[in-house]
């Protein structure tokens, strides 16, 4: 006998917060073209579309059963075309779908930042389904799916390391397989800096983005309807909101230290920085705690920015490897620190943060592995960079056909 009983209010709240997950994706669209050139603004908003176009058709197709149905500690059971092996719960089948569909798309999306204004069209739509279809689905089966990483009791509550780390692993490796964009760097290594053509696009998607978290992490209670629900949520609301402050004005003051004035494009990563690596313990720890992990982000964000474009020569026009990348791994790392329960500045001992150790460098390993092996593929195959005439006058006219600004 079928003793499950849907509630209809967490229904209508995980919904809610799906619609809020949905709106991040105009909050990315704008951060990446805002913060790159005018003539490849079209070639920006084409890629998010598809990311999300191709996240939806594919992780229902495939992705979905590789990452929630039985199968093995590694990877769930293939139901080609078929979510109906997934219960009701509290909330619809459905709802769940929805839900984790655009967790998928965001995963996807973060990778688009990093590969701009280089990259040909059809070579990233294919990264975009392998990513939603492969990459994305196996490893959030292991924390997320019953895997082997949700049997050590790794924590990841909203997707520090599922989301965001899978995502700049993989915008890393596509960086490193395209190379930098013609005139970022001098013969002598320098690095030339190449500014957005917006940065009040940009400005605008972060506030979208902050806006589209309290979907990404309240929404991962999954119920609304209890007291211990209702607590819940505002709990996570209210981490979730400090370490974005705290990320952007840990930014704010670094960067008035070091280059002379506070930067208005680094205090955007600064915020998102701190939305990232609270998203994986927001529900465990404290509002205080948040505060710390928001700053930490903030800070390494911007360090993170610094050496991978004046050390290492990788080229991320976003700073999307340091933004979703780097804190995503410290977040995943700080739930072993400051869990009020199991944490090791609570007397929780090092088990905790062991296992988020375990857990975050598995999923690096594998996403930045995968990533690269299929960027080199294509690389090497079907090409994965446009010609130097192509980048040097825009992506939009040769890739689609048409600008984004046409006065």
């Known amino acids: 006998m079928n003793t499950i009983s849907i509630n209809g209010l967490d229904t209508v709240w995980v919904l809610l917060a799906a619609m809020l997950v949905f709106f991040m994706q105009p909050g990315f669209a704008l951060v990446e073209a805002g913060f790159t050139r005018s003539k490849n603004t079209a070639n920006i908003l084409m890629k998010n579309f598809v990311d999300f176009m191709a996240g939806t058709l594919f992780f229902w197709m495939i992705g979905f059963s590789l990452m929630h149905a039985d199968g093995n500690s590694f990877i769930g059971k293939l139901h080609l075309f078929d979510y109906s092996f997934y219960p009701d719960t509290n909330i619809p089948k459905e709802c769940t779908l929805a839900f984790q569909t655009m967790f998928c798309a965001t995963a996807a999306t973060i990778v688009s930042g990093a590969m701009a204004e280089r990259t040909k069209f059809s070579s990233y739509i294919i990264i975009s389904i392998l990513v939603s279809v492969l990459i994305y689905p196996i490893e959030g089966h292991w924390a997320w799916g019953g895997g082997w990483l949700a049997g050590l009791g790794f924590h990841d509550f909203a997707g ?53 978290w309290f979907g990404f992490n309240p929404g991962s209670q999954l119920a609304a309807s209890t007291p211990d629900d209702a607590r819940a949520i505002s709990s996570v609301f209210c981490t979730t909101n400090m370490a974005a402050a705290t990320g952007g004005l840990a930014t704010l003051f670094v960067t008035w230290l070091i280059f002379g004035k506070p930067s208005l494009s680094l205090v955007c990563n600064g915020i998102l920085a701190g939305l990232v690596g609270i998203t994986a313990g927001c529900d465990v ?105 192509v980048e040097e006058e825009g992506l939009d006219i040769y890739e689609h056909g048409e600008t984004a600004y046409n006065n």
């Open 160 to 212: 520090s390391a599922v989301v965001h780390s899978c995502g700049g692993a993989i915008a890393l490796a596509g960086a490193i397989i395209l190379g930098p964009r013609i005139g970022k760097y001098t013969k002598s290594g320098k690095s030339i800096a190449i500014p957005g053509h917006n940065l009040a696009l940009g400005a605008l998607g972060v506030f979208i983005l902050w806006f589209g």
């Open 285 to 389: 720890v404290s509002i205080g705690g948040a505060d710390i992990i928001g700053a930490v982000c903030g800070l390494a964000m911007t360090l993170s920015v610094y050496a991978l474009d004046h050390y290492l020569h990788i080229d991320d026009p976003v700073g999307a490897v340091s933004v979703h990348g780097v804190c995503g791994i410290l977040g995943t790392l700080f739930v072993g620190l400051f869990d009020k329960s199991d944490g090791l500045f609570y007397g929780g001992g090092v088990h905790l943060l062991g296992v988020q150790a375990l857990g975050i460098t598995s999923i690096v390993a594998w996403s930045f592995g995968l990533g690269f092996l299929i960027m080199f593929i294509l690389h090497k195959t079907v090409g994965i960079r446009v010609g130097a005439r």
